[in-house]
């Protein structure tokens, strides 16, 4: 069992910056993909960013060149650097691991 700690959401500007972080409580090193995940009101939950336990990563397009996902197995935490955020960005984030661990979430709110 893994258990997921996110952390970072707040409120912000349009244009703004956050750095949202995942904490594991045990190694990550064998969890082959890890994810960040967002749900905004009345929508379902989508994938933003992926990175797999060899560094490839994976974008949705409506996040693509502004935000950046990384991993530090030392640490046991992966990380979703947030730029040029946008109110349409406004959502609960939540961090993933497979196959099936889930945190609780944290709410970034971006206003205009």
């Known amino acids: 069992q893994v258990q997921l700690v996110e952390s970072g959401g707040g409120l912000v500007q349009a244009g703004g910056s956050l750095r949202l972080s995942c904490a594991a409580s045990?190694?990550?090193?064998?969890?082959?993909?890890m994810g960040w995940y967002r749900q905004a009101p009345g929508k379902q939950r989508e994938l933003v960013a992926g990175i797999t336990s060899g560094g490839s990563t994976n974008y949705a397009y409506s996040v693509k060149g502004r935000f950046t996902i990384s991993r530090d197995n030392a640490k046991n935490t992966v990380y979703l650097q947030m730029n040029s955020l946008k109110p349409e960005d406004t959502a609960v984030y939540y961090c993933h691991g497979v196959p099936a661990y889930w945190g609780q979430g944290t709410q970034v709110t971006v206003s205009s």
């Open positions: 045990r190694s990550i090193f064998s969890i082959n993909f």
